[in-house]
């Protein structure tokens, strides 16, 4: 009986939670290791069911993962790599959309509804989601690796009115009808800016952003994370994370967090309770408000 | 960290009964030691509050408390009984409507909006919702008691609708116009059996409905329980108790339970964890399912 | 027939009234010999009901009867007033909360409901309606006597868009979660002003504001108003009569009227005449509009 | 003032009526000397537009009047009538259609809209409101005489639910895409029953239905209704009139009217007073209901 | 199977103008040889319903046909004309009224539901739809001859949620309640203008403008169109039609079309086809859409 | 010009089917040839998109093309056939899933899309859409190759709801949560019996029936199918195709069509043309409706 107790307890520390976040919108970008290990796909999945039963509105965007590369291995295609993009020509591209499309966006939309949630999987073609362009670096065009030009979200607005979670694969279709490979941390933070969600979380393989004596930051406003990427404490593939952050908080989102995807219920364990596991992001202008 | 994530763990073990009840409504008795105790009234009003967050729809029909004799001792007003129930006359029925509705009533509002709910009293008079007919037993009027004659729940509808919380007390009002006091727990079994309710509960001072060798039936269906009354297992207080039971079950209630208010948080250990902590009653028809 | 034929024509001399305030929110503060004389009650109630049928939303506040005197004198309380307000300890704060909400409030919504109308009775802690603070005259804390902070209407707007007609108890509740006793015509007016109201009509025991001469003023602007207050043609308990019109004129109820509460049909008359029984305010700007 | 104070109580005896009949359909044939008339022509107007307003939905069909004769003449056309109905030719159709639809249909539209109301004039042309089929009497064709082969309500529907008071002319198409002039009683008949109409009126010239012994009959059921018929009681234009609303009750309008149209508010006064002015028809298996 | 395969791409042809047009509300103003013709009258018909079927909102201003003449005749009335408006007695207004109301309103309202529309047919008269006043020329007053004052398009857009084709006789009231004929292209441009439409549509008895080589100018923007009148190229019964346009352009109708109702489907070449049968005008500031 | 004429009058010639199927749903199995030669994919597209412009509402289920044994064969995976039917390994059934979903879906939805269209692709797992089972040949399992259990069409009505047109691939999901193969005839025919679509129309590679004498059969009841069937005159590939259809009609889809995809436009000749250009399928009992 105890046990019980305890339990409901439980059930009553998070009612703050689940009182502040009622109704609103949050969109995960969902990768890496999460995506991967077979434990913290059920606990990623039952995290967002539990979130959409109690009255949030989870989106999920998710990246590719090493299934691109096996196909692509298994059918003998080697890719060439630009500032860590792939730089994606046609046949390559095919690949990609069909594992990203095909294979890992059904995966997740079939474990969310084994589990019990109702999930309905997109690309960013349906209904003219992701409006694309061809991405360049340094003037030289990453073939079908392409960046957000424009989203249009009433599909996902549909979805989310019958009580569906929409999962979403980050492929985009340009004005010449062709479809793009765009970054997933990138389509999540423009999908969160234009559903004005009060939430961008991104799930990593990092235990989240670092200061310079390695410690994690819990929590960081705008200006310090601009001086992090400034005086080189950021750096690698942490700071097209940071840009992205720092841009979807421009556009309206409310926080951004980068959180450890190996810990199981990470999700949960950011939006539910005090501590928190990753790296907060919020606003200047504000006192930092207390999570 | 580890106990935060226990804690999750915990609030992934409640969403099986969060699904199970979504969009459902649940009628519960409240009266006894948990509208006494300071703790056990704070633990009800916050089960209440956490049900109604997470999608389910309670309802609370409260009883008289001890503040009910109170008032009548300052007033010097004495009651004569008739099998266990007041019988009340024009002038004691004044102080019962006043403290019911003007007092008790109010207190329960004023705990559930002071924790985060949105709460709205209402007395049988109200919107027409209890229409009331003179008790007699035995041939002999009970005074102003009464018993349910009538219900119209469209002032709970509305309510509803728009997301408050009903709180309810038990006075009718007959065709004369005037006010009859009735029993709570008669009135909380029609209103379920009106609002096509899934549970009602009902708490009480004792554990639950006990066997011969005074052990706790954790549930039983409709035979067992007559059997429990015709064999004078059950006896005194618990009869008419079983017999509301019964009755919301014939009128359509899906099941009823009878649990020990005295815990903290009873309502939420019967509705959400496995073990329960009272008497659940079923219909006979169908197999036992599974709690 | 004749008497059929004069019947139809009086019919049709109301049509330019129910013409002109339909669809339209009059909030009337009931209080004084209109809620003693049973008459004056029956009278009262059926102008209401009259209303609300014939597309106007009539919003009743009443104020305390002579009932909390007696429950006080019964129960052996004393009172002391300051400024002609009773200075409210915590224990006969509860007398006036079960006298107010438990018996008046519910009276009236039984005589309603009685003759065929459908009200359902709120306090101002229903739905968060009334949050109040505690008053202070020149200082001194009046105890549970308190004023209007704000109103939240919504519990009101539900209850007109279901075709109820509510009516209200004048207590508020404080950030404490205490409740308190706010005089009636303060919080019909802010009532009104919160509901976009078109009049606020305070029924009182007197024929209405009278001028040096003693003659009633049938009509009267902001200016004239505020002159009689300065010039001490207005003394008091009209006083703050005038003072709640002036308010509840200044955010944006249309007009206000203080009449005779002891005429049978007093709020009939008022809106249904081209007479009126009493006196009506309405702002500067606008040239006086034909009543 | 004691006028003003008769007024209300006047007001106060129409409840009653307004509660038993809100929201609820009343067609009205509208003829006869009631449509010559000016200060009948007015009275009618004000009535129709009193219901509307008090949250009934009147209906009005109209017949012709003298002006389809008057035009005739100017136009030199003689008309031969068989069994009182006009047999009409295509040249006599077009011109009393012109004169139904373009002149006294627009009149009485006119007439509301002056006195305060919102009227939409509609012939049966009109969505496919009258589907007529040609009228043969003893196998004689009638000309473009009709009869009413089916309604189709939904245009009128349409316009209750913007509020406007929909005013009908008597005219149908045939399948053959011609109009005919169907009489004004049978159409409102029909569409009372279509509407599912409370009431069916129809304004005459003679005050009601009268016994042998020439006295107005103020209330019989069907089997005295066709008893009347029978013995030769009721004769001449007044059989068919009976016909009409004994067809109309058979089809499910609750009750029907034969009142004096060239009493002021006739209308008002059979819907809105006990008396009555008229004789009402009412089914046989009931009760008389108390008017 | 070859014409079949015609048929198919043809359909296919008009897909962008389905598309470019869908929703949007198009009044057309019909008169001269097209109300005439039977094969005109057909095709006109035709144009309307399957624009209606494929999405678009046409709306009808009837203007008089030779109906009215004729009937002036046969009562043996004569019109004095000024500046080519009839001046109208009260008298001939009663026969215009009944013309255009009564005869030939319906027989278009007819011929549409006869080839499968559902239209309803209206006066201005109907739901207050058009106010009117008196018209002077030259201070000189033309009998019931007015024009537009005010138009309330309330019952067109409930028409139009209902799915119906509204069809509108140019008859306005005026505030003493009188009926005044009215230019049915001015009416259109006033009722296109109160629709927000998307183009105005004038079908006339001539091919379109002409330049001053006579030649058919298909497309002009405001200052070319001033320009024609201002230097006489256009001239008589083509000027009012010109500044009936501007007027409309000026209210924000995106564009307008003088076109040649004497060519069958002039409707749809002008709406759905690049080359058009007419003159279209358009704002000055915008470059010139293609059409 | 006189083209355009002519284009108008084509215009008009849809308009009895428009008006016909005006709100319908059909269900379009596309497969074949008309999923590979380009100008067919474009003209399927276009008819499709003219189709929801028009107010029908047409669903596309498209089957697998030749890129999945292009991809099979690249992976160096070979097949097993019984009956007809690959004998799906869990490896094969990966790629298969990947092609169907991740590349032909796409690119139906892309061309509808770049047409200007609002496409949506879906698999069976999407909203839980499709169920399957273990196809099982004389007791063979057909490894992941599956049939229909049920289908949950709410995610279809949704779409339709928000005005996009459905793209389905033919894949299902089981109880234990894999994913099966299932034959896109099946998916279509299952479909349009959940929708209660009126058309059913499977796109071939054939004209359609044959008799015994080879010629086309343009339309046939019920009993002559299974006549078909059992005399062998239909054979092979035919034969289920011909179930299907039989199964559509027992579950209440109105007609079936098996038409030639090789033919342009092969869907709007059959829709929209008294000719058609396959075989039609209709019930017994009702005489043959006329095309």
């Avoid at 479809?179 to 990092?206: H, P, Q, R, W």
């Avoid at 967090?257 to 999700?267: K, T, W």
């Amino acid at each position: 009986m105890q046990r019980y107790i305890e339990k409901v307890k439980t059930l009553h520390e998070s009612l703050p939670y689940i009182r502040k976040f009622y109704g609103k919108t949050i969109v995960i970008k969902y990768g890496g290791n999460a995506m991967v290990d077979e434990e913290l796909k059920k606990s990623f999945v039952m995290d967002v069911i539990l979130m959409k039963y109690v009255g949030l509105n989870p989106v999920i965007v998710h990246g590719g993962g090493p299934q691109i590369g096996e196909m692509l291995k298994k059918l003998g295609k080697k890719s060439r790599f630009v500032g860590g993009i792939r730089v994606t020509d046609k046949d390559t591209m095919d690949v990609v959309e069909m594992v990203l499309v095909g294979k890992i966006n059904k995966e997740i939309v079939g474990l969310i509804n084994h589990y019990g949630g109702r999930a309905v999987g997109l690309s960013g073609m349906d209904g003219g989601l992701i409006k694309a362009r061809k991405l360049k670096i340094k003037g030289e065009s990453m073939g079908m690796a392409g960046e957000v030009a424009d989203i249009n979200p009433s599909v996902i607005e549909g979805l989310e009115r019958d009580k569906f979670i929409p999962v979403i694969a980050p492929v985009g279709v340009g004005d010449d009808g062709r479809t793009y490979n765009i970054n997933a941390d990138m389509v999540a933070g423009e999908i969160a800016a234009s559903l004005k969600a009060i939430k961008l979380i991104l799930l990593t393989d990092i235990k989240g952003v670092l200061d310079k004596k390695k410690r994690l930051i819990s929590a960081m406003n705008v200006t310090k994370t601009r001086g992090l990427i400034k005086d080189g404490t950021a750096s690698g593939g942490m700071i097209p994370k940071l840009k992205c952050c720092l841009d979807a908080i421009k556009k309206g989102v409310l926080k951004t967090h980068i959180i450890d995807g190996r810990v199981e219920h990470a999700v949960l364990l950011e939006v539910f309770t005090d501590a928190g596991i990753g790296t907060e992001m919020y606003k200047d202008v504000r006192k930092k408000e207390k999570r």
